[in-house]
């Protein structure tokens, strides 16, 4: 779905490192997610945010944060990168309700 | 919390022959359910749900059941063929306030059809 952006698509950082991880939206919903994806361990709720002012913790949320700048715009951040944070990142949005998400492409990250 | 659990994790059927995957949820407040395919390096995508006031829908070759008491839903594809070959997620969506509702989702399935 072209209207969930994220960017960067592949990114290879090392340990101790910052990094941010950007997600848009043109889809005018103002519920926006960020999970991780591994191998055999399906998609993991790290935060989410129900509009600008509101952030909530998910399921993994230990060594993120996340700023929602703007409707639009949700970022994840890693303070300091370590190995097991490599994985597949999706942002996701919904309208209101919640209920169906919709899935950006992806950011790939290794930390070496 | 809510826990999904999701079986089989991998499963290969012969093209033409039917696949069903199964999961399981614990939160009988749960009353939305979507079922999410993942092509391979590519982003999941919802291909059908169902809310706990209906016990089955269809769409085409994929069906969607629940049963409530029981607290489980399957996704049913028949007539498969080779573009249904995919990574499955379940998922079950509960009550997060302030009218807003959370995914949790099962481990997914591993779907391979053999031509």
């Known amino acids: 779905d072209a209207d969930v952006t994220q960017t960067p698509r592949n990114r290879i950082t090392k340990t101790g490192k910052r990094i941010m991880l950007e997600c848009s939206q043109t889809?005018?919903?103002?519920?926006m997610y960020w999970y991780r994806q591994d191998p055999g361990l399906g998609l993991r709720l790290i935060y989410y945010?129900?509009?600008?002012?509101?952030?909530n913790k998910g399921e993994i949320s230990d060594g993120y944060s996340v700023s929602r700048q703007a409707q639009a715009k949700f970022s994840l951040s890693l303070e300091s990168a370590i190995p097991n944070q490599t994985a597949l990142y999706f942002c996701?949005?919904?309208?209101?309700?919640?209920?169906?998400?919709?899935f950006g492409p992806g950011t790939r990250l290794l930390v070496l | 919390g809510e826990n999904v659990e999701q079986h089989p994790s991998t499963l290969s059927v012969q093209e033409g022959d039917s696949a069903v995957i199964k999961c399981t949820y614990s939160?009988?407040?749960?009353?939305?359910f979507p079922w999410y395919k993942q092509e391979l390096g590519k982003r999941p995508q919802l291909i059908i749900d169902?809310?706990?006031?209906?016990g089955e829908k269809k769409d085409q070759r994929i069906a969607v059941t629940l049963n409530k008491t029981a607290k489980h839903f399957s996704l049913h594809i028949t007539e498969t063929q080779p573009e249904d070959s995919a990574v499955y997620f379940c998922?079950?969506?509960?009550?997060?306030?302030?009218?807003?509702?959370?995914?949790?989702f099962g481990k997914g399935t591993k779907l391979s059809v053999i031509p």
């Open positions: 939160d009988s407040a749960s009353n939305y």
């Open positions: 169902i809310r706990s006031n209906v």
């Open positions: 998922a079950a969506s509960t009550y997060s306030g302030a009218g807003s509702y959370q995914l949790t």
């Open positions: 996701a949005t919904s309208d209101h309700g919640g209920e169906t998400q919709y």
């Open positions: 945010s129900f509009d600008v002012k509101d952030i």
């Open positions: 889809k005018g919903h103002d519920r």
